[in-house]
């Protein structure tokens, strides 16, 4: 009976707990949650397609498809995902499960499905409300590919990459600045974008490119799908030369890994001084890129900060923390929700494990992820740094009339940030803690959190106390002892009369 009591308290309680609003998701991919999927090493979904399977060898293909993906989509929206982003779907040479080994532009690569089947997959993402885009290789082909033996395509082609990377050993780069071998590739790109629904293209190495042929692809895309998303993804690009890709062509994102590098770094260990980041940031001028803390060819940053010996729930809610309330678009890397391990590229290439996982995890990853998505001052504000003070950051986001202020503590002892700027009767509800901030004695606003945590608060006018609300706690908590009295009461009775 107690229990039951106890029960129905608990549920009176949860009705006065304040409900994040909701408002409409903006179209734009500066405001798009990004998953990074490798096909192959993603989810078999589909255990009777018939290939070349052998899990045991970590550079052959392990089984991941399109079905697979399909399955896990109501899990990836659970956690704020916007966009699907999918690794090279074109046919591949033998044990291209990464997909960048391309022997035909132009058919899907059998070990993933069918086209039919992918077409699912495209409909299921809309069906969601979510998009989907699909890496689109233009710089390189397999060393098999057909066009590389013919001999009147013999001037397509510059050689074998100078790359260290894995993923390009086996293919031989186009020479875009030929015409015909330009017009090969652009009409293979306008085929995927006019033969299936895809919304969008990530362009392999596009400072790999010539810039001309950038501008001549990706402004072809623009004119026949003006919201056609693109997305520039460099490898050796410097600030210069991606802020040039960025000016002169019509790419909307792009990435730079320094910056993901300072990312890591940063969270990686307690004590590091998060105002790093925003140095990094302004030292760079970022404007239209995209935020990736973790990589499938690289230590993966739960391994990184392991090293550290810091929990792995602490490492993720500050970095996802920065990574879901700062500007600029996030990539979220396949398996970080569970979090995955991985202490090189191989490990990090495994088949996600979705058989494990961190519980606690994926609830932050879910709360913060819905922080994002319903609250546009987090998408859409102005961004105005506060202070620092050690490894504590505050940072304030304001779109229209709303005002969200975001407290990150990166070090091992508590600490506090005075906000000087607000103007009087106001007060800071923490919506992740229930933390709430009023105006001190000095007409300040003392924003203090715990060590190694978050806070995300929303500005309002000073409630005072909810004289109401106390009122309702207290009567509902007499009548839960007055229960309790009438019980033991009722019980000595009964004892009595038995004896």
């Not at 395509?153 to 050689?159: A, M, Q, S, T, V």
């Not at 503590?409 to 229930?434: C, F, K, P, R, V």
């Amino acid at each position: 009976m107690i229990k039951k009591i106890s029960i129905g308290f608990a549920a009176v309680i949860s009705m006065f707990i304040m409900q994040i609003p909701v408002h409409a998701q903006d179209e734009d991919i500066h405001n798009e949650v990004f998953y990074q999927v490798l096909i192959d090493r993603f989810n078999n979904g589909d255990t009777e397609i018939e290939g070349e399977l052998d899990i045991n060898d970590p550079y052959h293909y392990h089984g991941g498809d399109f079905q697979g993906i399909i399955n896990k989509l109501d899990d990836l929206q659970d956690i704020g995902i916007t966009t699907i982003s999918l690794s090279p779907i074109t046919e591949n040479k033998e044990r291209g499960y990464h997909g960048y080994w391309i022997n035909d532009f132009y058919e899907i690569n059998p070990q993933f499905g069918t086209m039919e089947d992918f077409e699912r997959l495209v409909s299921e993402v809309h069906d969601r409300d979510m998009k989907i885009m699909i890496d689109f290789v233009f710089n390189y082909a397999a060393d098999t590919n057909p066009l590389t033996d013919d001999a009147d395509k013999e001037d397509w082609w510059l050689g074998a990459p100078e790359s260290d990377d894995e993923w390009l050993s086996e293919t031989v780069q186009f020479d875009l600045t030929n015409p015909e071998a330009a017009e090969y590739v652009l009409d293979a790109a306008r085929y995927w974008q006019e033969e299936t629904e895809v919304d969008g293209f990530k362009l392999h190495d596009a400072d790999m490119a010539p810039q001309p042929f950038v501008e001549e692809l990706t402004a072809a895309l623009k004119e026949n799908h003006p919201d056609f998303y693109l997305i520039g993804d460099t490898s050796a690009a410097t600030i210069v030369e991606a802020a040039s890709l960025m000016e002169n062509t019509s790419l909307d994102l792009i990435n730079y890994p320094g910056f993901n590098q300072v990312l890591s770094e940063t969270f990686a260990d307690s004590d590091q001084d998060v105002s790093a980041i925003f140095d990094a940031w302004e030292e760079q001028r970022l404007t239209d890129f995209y935020k990736q803390i973790d990589g499938l060819q690289q230590e993966r940053f739960t391994n990184i900060f392991s090293e550290n010996q810091r929990n792995a729930v602490t490492a993720w809610t500050l970095a996802l923390t920065y990574m879901y309330t700062t500007p600029g678009a996030t990539m979220v890397t396949q398996g970080t929700e569970l979090p995955m391990y991985g202490m090189d590229a191989e490990e990090s290439q495994r088949l996600v494990p979705f058989n494990s996982g961190d519980e606690d995890l994926r609830e932050f990853h879910k709360r913060i992820a819905a922080l994002h998505n319903e609250f546009p001052a987090l998408r859409l504000g102005d961004f105005e740094y506060v202070g620092s003070e050690a490894s504590m950051l505050v940072f304030r986001r304001s779109y229209e009339d709303e005002v969200m202020y975001v407290a990150i503590n990166n070090g091992s002892e508590s600490a506090y940030i005075d906000e000087t700027n607000l103007e009087s009767g106001m007060q800071l509800t923490g919506i992740l803690e229930d933390n709430l901030v009023r105006e001190n004695e000095e007409g300040n606003y003392r924003i203090g959190i715990p060590r190694e945590s978050v806070e995300v608060y929303l500005l309002e006018e000073d409630k005072g106390f909810n004289w109401l609300f106390i009122g309702f706690i207290i009567s509902v908590l007499l009548l839960f002892v007055i229960a309790v009295v009438l019980l033991k009461r009722k019980q000595k009775q009964r004892e009595h009369a038995d004896n």
